[in-house]
């Protein structure tokens, strides 16, 4: 079973820029990176989804490198409503195997 | 507003009882899927459907079943509920995505279920 492996907490300061890697050594071919967000009592919300290079949207960027083992979250300036849990997604065709997820704190 | 709704937030039975979990989503949907939370194991796939009637096993789908009679609505059963099935239980739906992988999965608020 391919396994996908991310840091247990990480913490940071408001207005910081926060990067989140995780690591899918057995990644197929076909395969897409999605990242979710998660708050207490609430299920998880996507934030961003991709295959290779750079992806970016309006709340977070995705770095792919070119071997695709790895990738990395990265979330510009937090603020204390990012504290939460973050998930990386390993998808492709019938499968779906979530990392444990990353527990990010953000303080004042 | 796109819903994923689950029928019970909080739900507690006996070891032994049947368990029903419902999932019904407004998004005109075809996949659907199940999962269990639990700490420090993320989120685990039990059972997955691409389509009315349709089912594929996940990752951990021994002790469970699913149903899915009409495209909206997806129901987890515990046939025969044990305290090792104490768990989150998260219930997703999204369209197919490009390559084989899927767009934005939407989740529901979760349903915590307690086996006594």
């Known amino acids: 079973l391919a396994k996908t492996t991310q840091p247990i907490s990480m913490d940071s300061y408001e207005g910081q820029e926060v990067n989140i890697t995780c690591s899918h050594n057995n990644i197929a071919t076909n395969d897409y990176i999605t990242w979710y967000q998660q708050f207490p009592s609430q299920g998880p919300r996507f934030i961003i989804q991709g295959y290779k290079t750079k992806v970016t949207n309006e709340v977070a960027s995705l770095f792919i490198p070119a071997d695709r083992k790895s990738s990395t979250l990265s979330l510009p300036r937090v603020s204390l409503s990012d504290t939460a849990v973050y998930y990386c997604?390993?998808?492709?065709?019938?499968?779906?195997?979530f990392g444990t997820g990353t527990r990010l704190l953000v303080s004042p | 507003d796109v819903k994923v709704t689950q029928s019970s937030r909080y739900l507690v039975k006996r070891t032994g009882e049947k368990v029903f979990l419902e999932c019904v989503q407004d998004m005109d949907h075809e996949n659907m899927f199940w999962y269990r939370q639990d700490p420090g194991l993320g989120l685990r796939l039990i059972y997955f459907s691409y389509d009315v009637k349709m089912k594929e096993k996940g990752d951990i789908p021994e002790g469970y079943s699913v149903s899915r009679e009409k495209k909206e609505r997806f129901s987890l059963i515990l046939e025969s509920a044990s305290t090792n099935q104490t768990s989150m239980y998260l219930c997703?739906?999204?369209?197919?995505?490009?390559?084989?992988?899927?767009?934005?999965?939407?989740f529901g608020p979760g349903t915590r279920l307690t086996v006594l």
């Open positions: 997703a739906s999204t369209e197919p995505g490009t390559g084989g992988s899927y767009n934005e999965q939407f």
């Open positions: 997604l390993v998808e492709g065709f019938q499968k779906l195997v």
